[in-house]
Nanobody
Framework: VQLQASGGGLVQPGGSLTLSCIAS????????MGWVRQVPGKEFQWVSA????????YYADSVKGRFTISRDNAKPTLYLQMNGLKPDDTARYYC????????????????WGQGTQVTVSS
């Protein structure tokens, strides 16, 4: 079972990045998925979730209107399109498989990838 995230990097404020997360070892289409981020020394922060089936999406207030989560079950890949990036978005971003509990709590996810670093700086 693996979640392989990529697409991070260094970007200037106001810029854009698209993160991808390729899933393997489980039936991706059956599970809701999410993105969680962490700044070293700070708690994990839930960013976004997408519900399997009807595809309802949820976002943290801090990213609402700037980030878009999506998925392609055929690939099977989870995405996070990030626009209007701010220095406060600097963190390591993890894709995660939802287990149970509130979508907006980071510990509701039971399987995590290795993450990809996003740095927003001029």
């Amino acid at each position: 079972v693996q979640l392989q995230a990529s697409g991070g990097g260094l970007v200037q404020p106001g810029g854009s990045l698209t993160l991808s997360c390729i899933a393997s070892g489980f039936d991706f289409s059956r599970f809701s998925m999410g993105w969680v981020r962490q700044v070293p020394g700070k708690e994990f922060q839930w960013v976004s979730a997408i519900v399997t089936g009807h595809g309802t999406t949820y976002y943290a207030d801090s990213v609402k209107g700037r980030f878009t989560i999506s998925r392609d079950n055929a690939k099977p890949t989870l995405y996070l399109q990030m626009n209007g990036l701010k220095p406060d978005d600097t963190a390591r971003y993890y894709c995660a498989k939802y287990d149970r509990g509130p979508y907006h709590e980071w510990d509701s996810y039971d399987m995590w990838g290795q993450g990809t670093q996003v740095t927003v700086s001029s």
